[in-house]
């Protein structure tokens, strides 16, 4: 029997591999208590892609999410703890993820993002005359200082009290009510009004 005609048959062949369109944060410099949204764009919608396709510096990631049908993802960046470092970069890695006609993916990188979760330290402290200098171990915020009031200071047995306060790079000196004695043991204490990481905290210029 010979067969009748058939309309013919068009394939469409897809070998062109997804890429990474954009990789964005956004915070792109991140402090203790903070975190990023990190959102990965793709050419074209793909499968498989999971966090373990992800490096990160200074910090970890969570799971990633898609509510576009996989073109875009989003994931939450939290920076690491007790971490200063100024050069990072989010990186995916295109061997765990493929398009929907089985394509390998790409790789890419971010732009760089800034992480500084250290707390300032203090490294001493010196009291001439009605002033007590206390030195950092980085630059404090000086546009927002700390209140004289959380400050106390016990020179001897006397209470002196903290008239004003000054921040000059990683410097902050205290100026007290009278004059310091000459052989006074000075005790110096500070308590953070809200115990958390505030404008009038002590805290480093970032």
Known sequence: NIGAESAALNVTVDLTAPTVSSITLNDSALKA???STVTVAF???VIDFN???VSVGSGTVSDFTSTDGGKTWTGTFTPTANVEDASNV???????YSDLAGNAGTDKSSANY?????APTLLGAIGTGSTISLNYSEALDSSNLP???AFSVMAGSNAKTVSSVAINGNTMTLTLDSVLGSSDIVTL???????????EAIQDAA
Do not use: C, F, H, R
């Open 33 to 35: 208590g903070e975190s």
């Open 51 to 53: 966090k373990s396709d």
């Open 114 to 118: 800034a992480v500084d979760t250290q």
């Open 189 to 199: 204490g500070y308590n953070d009004p809200s115990g958390s990481d505030d404008l």
């Open 43 to 45: 050419s074209e919608a």
């Open 90 to 96: 989010v990186t995916i890695t295109g061997s765990g």
């Open 147 to 149: 209140a004289t009031a």
